[in-house]
T-cell receptor
Framework: SQQGEEDPQALSIQEGENATMNCSYKTSINNLQWYRQNSGRGLVHLILIRSNEREKHSGRLRVTLDTSKKSSSLLITASRAADTASYFC??????????FGTGTQLKVEL | EPEVTQTPSHQVTQMGQEVILRCVPISNHLYFYWYRQILGQKVEFLVSFYNNEISEKSEIFDDQFSVERPDGSNFTLKIRSTKLEDSAMYFCASSDEGHIHFGPGTRLTVL
């Protein structure tokens, strides 16, 4: 498997429910970042968690990082239709480049 | 909040033609990047640029590609002789030591 694999690949939930997306990676990292991409549009940075952090919150977003398992999760609480998008994790290692995962397509239905 | 900007938003070109994609990174950032995303696929790293030179590049970034920072504000990606498979969304990005800010992308269509 590749650096930055997300699961599930697709997730469909009802508005108001929570959405959880998981990301696994292979090499050591300095930080891990989550991005959102609406269809055919640019990448919007959501949250960054450093390798020495275990949990971080931003509004309705909660990110966890487990470096021993090389995994991260993104939780979106009380989802809205506007949260419908693709979500990518991206890891930053010793260099400065980001390596993106395969993404989770989230659909929030009314 | 400052943003990375890219021009044009959409570029259509004929196979074999040269294209230049332009970007204006955030002004106090020191690291610059190009990424691409073929339709329906993941975002792929092309190249990073720091201190007026390439710091890292991927296997995708072959001799057909080049980057330049011609002045203090612009950062360009040139594809010398485009191929059909170069059709993709190209994202410019810049960063300080924190998170990487992406531009809105240029959609390149090679016919």
């Amino acid at each position: 498997s590749q650096q930055g694999e997300e699961d599930p690949q697709a997730l469909s939930i009802q508005e108001g429910e929570n959405a959880t997306m998981n990301c696994s990676y292979k090499t050591s990292i300095n930080n891990l970042q989550w991005y959102r991409q609406n269809s055919g549009r640019g990448l919007v940075h959501l949250i960054l968690i450093r390798s020495n952090e275990r949990e971080k919150h931003s509004g309705r977003l909660r990110v966890t990082l487990d470096t021993s398992k090389k995994s991260s999760s993104l939780l979106i609480t009380a989802s809205r239709a506007a949260d419908t998008a693709s979500y990518f994790c991206a890891t930053r290692g010793g260099g400065n480049k980001l390596t993106f995962g395969t993404g989770t397509q989230l659909k929030v239905e009314l | 909040e400052p943003e990375v900007t890219q021009t044009p938003s959409h570029q259509v070109t004929q196979m074999g033609q040269e294209v230049i994609l332009r970007c204006v990174p955030i002004s106090n950032h020191l690291y610059f990047y190009w990424y691409r995303q073929i339709l329906g696929q993941k975002v792929e790293f092309l190249v990073s640029f720091y201190n007026n030179e390439i710091s890292e590049k991927s296997e995708i970034f072959d001799d057909q590609f080049s980057v330049e920072r011609p002045d203090g504000s612009n950062f360009t990606l040139k594809i010398r002789s485009t191929k059909l498979e170069d059709s993709a969304m190209y994202f410019c990005a810049s960063s300080d030591e924190g998170h990487i800010h992406f531009g809105p992308g240029t959609r390149l269509t090679v016919l």
